[in-house]
């Protein structure tokens, strides 16, 4: 069994700031993914980043990253220099190998402020 | 990285009626699924869609209320039966590529009256 925990439900950031949002999990699969999607006002479901779990180098794709900490079980997104459009709601997600479905956290709400 | 299309985009349903939600994608896949997300909540899967064999449902969800048709390695739907208020969420197909990213469809928005 997959879970993940997000334990920020929002967040206010000052535009062209970092931003961190958390994420930890539990499993009892051997490998595994995470990953990172952003969900605007209009419903989609946009795919950010994937980790895997043997993978020895924190995954980046532009001003987004992944801060991978096995042993801690953590696997925070890291925004930089945000924008205004970045503001949408942040769900992390995780994914056993051998089974393909994701299990999704709770979701975080993030709002740029000018 | 997969394009997918849902349609319809939206819709308002009256209660006990049904809709069929089509999902496209522009390149094969061996495995589709849908995910429900009710208002202001995460999303849950609903079940997995392969290409020539029964759909696979998570708890909770019953073939009977969810019929998942699957005729070939582009092309899904979902049917939400006997709608009640309860089913107002947006549903959503995804598909996974060979590096193992997911990737979602726009969503089909469903308010039931």
């Known amino acids: 069994a997959q879970k993940i925990t997000q334990t920020q439900p929002g967040m206010f950031v000052q535009e062209k700031e970092a931003v961190t949002l958390d994420c930890t999990y539990d499993t009892s699969d051997p490998s595994y993914g995470l990953f990172w999607y952003k969900q605007p006002s209009s419903g989609e479901m946009i795919f950010l980043i994937y980790q895997g779990s043997y993978d020895q180098q924190n995954a980046t794709e532009g001003r987004y990253s992944l801060n991978f900490q096995k042993a801690r079980k953590s696997a925070n997104l890291v925004i930089s220099a945000s924008q205004l459009g970045d503001s949408a709601m942040y769900f992390c997600?995780?994914?056993?190998?051998?089974?393909?479905?994701?299990?999704f956290g709770t979701g975080t709400r993030l709002t740029i402020i000018p | 990285s997969a394009v997918i299309s849902q349609k319809p985009s939206r819709d308002i349903c009256q209660r006990g009626t049904s809709l069929t939600i089509q999902c496209q994608v522009d390149s094969q896949v061996t495995m589709m699924f849908w995910y429900r997300q009710q208002p202001g909540q995460s999303l849950t899967l609903i079940a997995t869609?392969?290409?020539?064999?029964?759909?696979?449902?998570e708890s909770g969800f019953v073939i009977d209320k969810f019929p998942i048709s699957r005729p070939n390695l582009t092309f899904s739907t979902l049917t939400v039966s006997n709608m009640s208020p309860e089913d107002s969420s947006i549903y959503l197909c995804?598909?996974?590529?060979?590096?193992?990213?997911?990737?979602f469809g726009p969503g089909t928005r469903l308010t039931v009256t």
């Open positions: 995804s598909v996974e590529s060979s590096s193992y990213e997911q990737y």
């Open positions: 997600a995780i994914r056993g190998f051998g089974n393909e479905k994701l299990t």
């Open positions: 869609a392969n290409q020539g064999s029964e759909a696979t449902y």
